[in-house]
């Protein structure tokens, strides 16, 4: 006779004591799997980061060094030699005319003026050379004055981009963040 008939009392739970109707009684045996690996708490020794040694180095600093040498490498392998910096001197006003810019046209073949303009006097083409004169110290004064301005926007111009370039360094390193009180955590 078989025994798949009779009621189950004791169903099978799952749980850490299988084996059916063992249930009373906790197993003695286990994995040394579940044994402790680490009964004791390791403490940094010389030379790994303690407490001690951190408090006496200065971290900012050997963080600036490390990332100059960073950037000195980039620029190695880029290619881009680092040209030393040379202030160009302010503009110079001397006390000296600005010099006459050549004739550019020739204005010995042109007939039809001469003879058209023959009743002029000598007063006259005086005065036009001496306006010729002085429209063309104005045209050097006006170059200068744009010169001047132009190199003033260009001076801005590159403060300004230094001045971003700093500050995406700045923003991308959260330890130079932090110590600039920029920002940070």
Do not use: C, W
């Given at each position: 006779?078989?025994?798949?008939?009779?009621?189950?009392?004791?169903?099978a739970?799952?749980?850490?004591?299988?084996?059916?109707?063992r249930?009373?009684?906790?197993?003695?045996?286990?994995?040394?799997?579940?044994?402790?690996?680490?009964?004791?708490?390791?403490?940094?020794?010389?030379?790994?980061?303690?407490?001690?040694?951190?408090?006496?180095?200065?971290?900012?600093?050997?963080?600036?060094e490390?990332?100059?040498?960073?950037?000195?490498?980039?620029?190695k392998t880029?290619?881009f030699i680092?040209?030393?910096?040379v202030?160009a001197?302010?503009?110079?006003?001397?006390?000296a005319?600005?010099?006459?810019?050549?004739?550019?046209?020739d204005?010995?073949?042109?007939?039809a003026?001469?003879?058209?303009?023959?009743?002029?006097?000598?007063s006259?083409?005086?005065?036009?050379?001496?306006?010729?004169?002085?429209?063309?110290?104005?045209?050097e004064?006006?170059?200068?004055?744009r010169?001047?301005?132009r190199?003033?926007?260009?001076?801005?111009?590159?403060?300004?981009?230094?001045?971003?370039?700093?500050?995406?360094t700045?923003?991308?390193?959260p330890?130079?963040?932090?110590s600039l009180?920029v920002?940070?955590?």
């Open positions: 006779m078989t025994t798949a008939h009779k009621p189950t009392y004791h169903p739970v799952g749980s850490a004591n299988q084996g059916g109707y249930y009373r009684t906790p197993r003695l045996q286990f994995s040394s799997k579940d044994m402790p690996g680490q009964t004791r708490l390791k403490y940094r020794q010389l030379g790994q980061n303690s407490v001690e040694e951190m408090l006496e180095r200065d971290l900012y600093s050997e963080l600036e490390r990332e100059a040498i960073h950037h000195e490498e980039i620029i880029q290619g680092e040209a030393p910096i202030e001197p302010a503009l110079q006003i001397s006390s005319p600005p010099p006459l810019a050549p004739d550019q046209y204005d010995a073949d042109d007939t003026s001469s003879s058209s303009s023959s009743s002029s006097t000598g006259e083409s005086e005065d036009e050379s001496d306006d010729e004169a002085e429209l063309l110290k104005e045209l004064r006006i170059k200068a004055e010169e001047a301005e190199a003033r926007r260009e001076e801005l111009a590159r403060q300004e981009e230094e001045k971003e370039a700093e500050m995406a700045i923003n991308a390193n330890l130079l963040r932090e009180g920002g940070g955590f």
